[in-house]
């Protein structure tokens, strides 16, 4: 997945909650709709976008769908964002030898 097309996944603030509950452990869509107060239909359709990006995989599990993080797009996100880091720790570093010739 391209780098534009995960930040306007995850640029919608209900998947962000999903993923934060994702985040502690495996959850079924019921237990979702459960602590974020949303409709099964609602979140069936965050789950899905999620899904088709790659963010969250899931599994049958009796007569339920329990769904779970995939760790794989957040390592590209993180590997995207280390060269914005890297620019932003020189300029700071810059800053702090001039802020400590300055004084």
Known sequence: MAVVGAFAV???ANRLRILEHL???EC???ELVDRLGMSQPAVSKHLRVLREAGFVSSRIAAQQRIYRIEPEPFAELEHWLAQ???LWDRHLDA???HLDNQE
């Open 10 to 12: 995850l640029g919608e």
């Open 23 to 25: 985040r502690g452990a």
């Open 84 to 86: 914005y880091r890297r």
């Open 28 to 30: 079924s869509v019921g």
């Open 95 to 97: 800053l702090e030898r």
